[in-house]
């Protein structure tokens, strides 16, 4: 699928023509600069998708799309959740955008005990709404029509209870004597990875997570920042378990 993603809010009442305005027509007439014959994509960014062809370009920011054929693409198996420390600065934002980018399907944020930042109040909903923000144009600019799902921040406890009901529950991290590489993964489910933060995962968490299900893991002799260990993880997972074959 080569053809540019735009995300639209129904696609189940397509009618012959899709007029699509708004800041996605505006980034689709004079940004992407779309001219009638060209091939496009909408998305509800849940699976349901439809590719059309322009026939016109109005103004700034409308954009008519015609030939339009509705799809629907099935979740993919086994799902593959990673369990994001929170991660100080912009790396937040970077570590979504690498994971959405490689294929991950849902993100949660973790409130780890050594996280340096806290999102508490308003500043934690607002860095909430940039990570959806960036997961959102990230799926886009990766031509994905299933975005991930970022959950709301996590407690600990909370994350032990989504390992408990995992099929396949990981921490990547150092003290581990097994390789992710190697690992026994389920063919369909739900795998989860903890991806602790610039402190660690606190031997209290390691525990707990123990408790619940959930093994140390290690990626390979490197040691990788928060913000990229995840986004290196689901790309090992990904060709394991078949879903990049």
Not at 23 to 30: F, Q, T, W
Not at 45 to 66: P, Y
Not at 186 to 214: K, Q, R, T, W, Y
């Amino acid at each position: 699928m080569t053809a540019p993603v735009f995300v639209v809010d129904r696609l189940d009442r397509v009618g012959p023509e899709f007029v699509l305005d708004g800041p996605e027509g505006r980034h689709a007439v004079s940004v992407k600069r779309l001219r009638p014959g060209e091939d496009v994509v909408l998305t509800d960014g849940r699976g349901r998708w439809a590719e059309g062809v322009v026939k016109a370009a109005e103004g700034k920011d409308r954009l008519v799309v015609t030939e339009l054929s509705v799809h629907e693409e099935p979740p993919a198996g086994p799902r593959i959740t990673v369990v994001q420390a929170l991660p100080k600065g912009d790396r937040g934002e970077l570590a979504v955008e690498t994971m959405t980018e490689v294929g991950v399907d849902a993100i949660v944020p973790w409130q780890a005990s050594r996280c340096i930042i806290q999102w508490k109040g308003e500043r934690g909903l607002k860095a909430l709404g940039k990570w959806r923000a960036t997961a959102r144009e990230a799926g886009k600019q990766s031509r994905r029509v299933r975005f991930p799902e970022v959950a709301d921040a996590a407690t600990t406890k909370q994350v032990a209870a989504l390992l408990a009901g995992a099929d396949f529950a990981a921490v990547l991290h150092e003290s581990g004597d097994a390789r992710l590489a190697t690992a026994d993964l389920p063919a369909e489910g739900e795998i989860v990875l903890v991806v602790g933060p610039e402190g660690g995962v606190s031997p209290e968490e390691l525990a707990l997570f123990a408790e619940a299900g959930a093994r140390p893991y290690v990626l390979g002799p490197t040691v990788l920042r928060t913000s990229t260990a995840g986004t290196a993880a689901a790309a090992l997972l990904l060709g394991r378990t078949g879903r990049w074959s």
